[in-house]
């Protein structure tokens, strides 16, 4: 399946993506100049700051008090005074290579695409004769690759340059870039900032970046600039490297020992077509284990022509395929062993300071960026997110000691390559979330549920326990019952007698996080024999506040029934008990799932779902509520509002996001695959707008993978394979069957009956 297109990109936005975890390109397709915008995962600002505030400790007991007695304006007044630290450090570009032609007129017969089986992206015209381009990032080679050949001998010239301060020189073996990232980049929100980018090359991360040109024609070398003649095929290989040595360690901020590698990279010979070969292998080895189909997506119109038909309310069968399998090409190329954790742009970013620092948002957007991982077979990429939760229970350890006087770990709203953990600056409503390590440790345990090994388990224990301890100790009594307080509901103020607020007790976001994590920890500690805190966390699930409803039976947001400041508010906090949690979904509770369901469609209803994040989030709530209409109607608003023409999540004004692209292939999955409660559920969700298709080599709890094939809405055929012999309660359609499975063996099931084993 390709993403195609038939002009080259006019802005960076246009440009597609390519990578192998840690080095990021975007290829505009130019014809007269080309350009390729460069990241490397591992490029930020700053270095390790202490910004652990004890003051915030010291103020706990006096803020609980003020918010318990009712007064939440003076409770969050004190917030301000005494319980923030700085703003998180930023993802920054590295730089861009530019190609530019000489001679190049017009092209005909234009077209480019990102080859989405391939991993590679191509460009080809014809200009005096064809010109074929292709490019792609190789994760065995850690090396961007670039091949043009033409029938008609080009002359060019390449250049590297960088938004960040640095120098460029020309070598007998390439190009080179060196510089430093700033050591403070402070948000792009912060508009009045006096000296918002600082830099100081003694404490700063020094980074490189190498060009290789191999090529038939003649090379001539400037001060800045490599130039081609008469060249029929030129071959570039692109290398990066960073002072990053480890997210406690100050980064090297030398740039001769990079300048020493990468050249050692240029000095080296490389073989074009065995790299590339060593690409696709490794490449389609994850790629190909999950397949997607639906009716009339067999011929892909162009991806501009699929937005703009998803624009005017009319939505292609291949546009959602093609988004599905998009996002599990973003998440190979983003997120592979010994990488970073995909932030809010994935590898992706081309400004100094890019929306919401590109960072680890941890209210919704770091954990919507690996929602559908584990399911959609690649489990591999969820390695980096689980390196980050290790790292951030060390800073995590020390926020909660000394902001919060609590054991375990707690994490903020934002974290970063130097894993900070502490509040950021400004506004409790978003800055003041201690629990956003427990919401990340819950999606790490969800994730191991799909992996039939206890190993993995005991290796991720003690980041369950830090998340459990905190909660223990984070927890206070009030009227005989334990509630979170201060508690949010994140980036939504409401109205108590006529006042703005943003702190309260209890909010069901908060109340719903603890609940998961006690739960998820007693679960783990039973498996793996490691009990010293399950009497204790049993003991706290027993008194924890219920959930309550409000007059009309809708869920309760936060203590009491305030007036939101904002009705159709982006974020879905109140309902995570739902998706991406589960301690909502008690079948014996129809009341709470009722109420869920009263508040989700009051918010949509008032104009939620404004954002793409926003609007997946809703499509996977709707689907774990198995309303496939909904669901699908969610999406249509995500792929009609908030999608950029490479398919790129947008987030208003015109930003990119990458976690709307997450979230809307979890939705897709929800919808057709869904597990809780220990029963795995069929089509739950299906819309009419699906009546026929397929989808094979899903990935269920247990390891087990599964395939289903449905016509005409019904399921026509499933099919299990276990790595172990277990018993698996599978239903579709009302129907329930217990079916046993064979380690190694697959079990079909045809129609009604599950009777056929091959």
Sequence with gaps: MKLWYKTPAKRWIDSLPLGNGRLGLMADGGIQKETFYINDDTLWSGYPKNQLNPQSAAALGEIRRLILDGKNAEAEALIKKTSFGDWSEAYEPLGTLTIAYKNMRAAADYRRALDLDEGVHISRFYCGGKVQKE???????????????????????????????????????????????????????????????????????????GVKAVTDGETACSKHALSVCGAHEIVLYLFTATGFRGFAEMPQTDVQPLLKEIGQKLAADYCYETIRRAHTEDYKAMYSRTVFRLDGCEKVPSGDELVRMAKSGTIHPAMPVLYYQYARYMTISGSRPGTQPLNLQGIWNDRVRAPWSSNYTNNINVQMNYWFTAGANLRECLEPYETFLHELTVTGGECARVNYGCRGFAVNHNADLWRKATPVKNDPVYAYFPLGGAWLTNELYAHTLYENTDEKLQRIFPVLEGAALFCLDWLTEKDGELVTCP????????????????????????????????QNYIAAAEKTGQTAHTKAAAGALAKLRPFGLDENGALLEWSAPYTPAEKGHRHFSPLYGIYPGDCLLDE????????????????????????????????????????????????????????????????????????????????????????????????????????????????????????????????????????????????????????????????????ELWTERV
């Design 135 to 209: 490019a792609f990032c190789s994760c065995p080679g850690q090396l961007g690759a670039v091949r043009i050949t033409s029938e008609k001998p080009l002359d060019l010239t390449l250049r590297l340059a960088s938004p960040l301060r640095a120098q460029t020189q020309c070598t007998e073996n390439g190009l080179l870039l060196y510089g430093h990232a700033p050591d403070t980049s402070l948000p792009n929100y912060c508009r009045t900032a006096f000296w918002p980018i600082r830099y100081n090359e003694h404490k700063a991360m020094a980074f490189c970046a």
């Design 487 to 518: 508690s949010t509901s994140p980036e939504l103020r409401f109205f108590k007698d006529g006042q703005s607020g943003a702190v309260d007790f209890a909010t069901s976001f908060d109340m719903a996080i603890v609940r998961q994590t006690l």
């Design 588 to 751: 014996e509770n129809t009341a709470l799932r009722a109420g869920a369901r009263k508040l989700l469609d009051r918010r949509m209803g008032a104009g939620s779902g404004q954002t793409g994040w926003s609007a997946a989030w809703a499509a996977c709530l709707y689907a774990r509520l198995k309303d496939g209409e909904e669901a699908f109607a969610c999406l249509q608003k995500l792929w009609g509002n908030s999608t950029h023409k490479n398919l790129f999540d947008k987030h208003p004004p015109n930003y990119f996001q990458i976690d709307g692209n997450f979230g809307g292939a979890a939705a897709i999955q929800e919808m057709l695959v869904q597990t809780h409660g220990g029963v795995t559920e069929l089509l739950p969700a299906l819309p009419e707008a699906w009546p026929a298709g397929e989808m094979r080599g899903l990935v269920l709890p247990g390891g087990i993978e599964c395939s289903i094939v449905w016509k005409d809405g019904q399921l026509l055929r499933a099919s299990f394979k276990a790595p172990a012999d277990t018993d698996l309660t599978a239903c579709c359609a009302g129907k329930k069957a217990v079916l046993h499975l064979t380690a190694g063996q697959t079990f079909c099931a045809a129609g």
